[in-house]
Each structure stands twice: as structure tokens, then as C-alpha cells.
């Protein structure tokens, strides 16, 4: 089982940026996809971006050229560095690991964009 651990959200501006982490523990191997998903309170979760253990990066046309998913292999880590931010980015973030053994969740991280 993976285990999964966000890290770095907090209060920012609009138009502001921040980095979330999410460092993984545990064997990693394989074909899998790495991806962050968000909750806003009274709505449901949504995907927001994911990579591919190949390489292949995919986004949800509502943060598509402002946030960039990236990951260290070395580190089992992926990044989600996000920019340009709107208060309607403000959300609990997750982390997931998703592939043919199932599937991992973090416990999620506070990004709240608000001046």
C-alpha cells in the first residue's frame, strides 16, 4: 500500500502562486498515474491534473496553462506548481496514485486564494 502526503498549501492572493508536494512512500512501480484532485466546500471532487509513469501529462481545461504537474522519481514526489491563482482555485487539494493495484489517496492540503 502507498501512502501519500501533501504538503504545501496555504493562504495566498489572487494572482498569487504556491508549490503543493506530495511525497510517496512504499514500492512505486510500473504503470501508474500520479494526479492532484480538488474539493471545494459543497462540491464535488474534480481532477485536476495527472502524469504518467510514461511521462504523459494531462489537465482539466479549468487550470490548463496556469498550473504545471511534474514529479522526481529519485524523491517519489510530484509537484502541482500552480500560478495565475483565482479564489475559485480554493479547495482542499489530494493527492492520487492510481494503476492496476488500486489506489491511494493524501490526506489533502488548504489552498484558499482570497485578498
Known amino acids: 500500500q502507498v501512502q501519500l502526503v501533501e504538503s504545501g498549501g496555504g493562504l495566498v492572493q489572487p494572482g498569487g502562486s504556491l508549490r503543493l508536494s506530495c511525497a510517496a512512500s512504499g514500492s512505486i512501480f510500473g504503470d501508474y498515474y500520479m494526479g492532484w484532485y480538488r474539493q471545494a466546500p459543497g462540491k464535488q471532487r474534480e481532477f485536476v491534473a495527472r502524469?504518467?509513469?510514461?511521462?504523459?501529462?494531462y489537465y482539466s481545461d479549468s487550470v490548463k496553462g496556469r498550473f504545471t504537474i511534474s514529479r522526481d522519481n529519485a524523491k517519489n514526489s510530484v509537484y502541482l506548481q500552480m500560478t495565475s491563482l483565482k479564489p475559485e482555485d480554493t479547495a482542499v487539494y489530494y493527492c492520487?496514485?492510481?494503476?492496476?493495484?488500486?489506489?491511494?489517496w493524501g490526506q489533502g492540503t488548504q489552498v484558499t486564494v482570497s485578498s
Open positions: 492520487r496514485k492510481s494503476g492496476p493495484t488500486g489506489e491511494s
Open positions: 502524469i504518467h509513469s510514461g511521462g504523459s501529462l
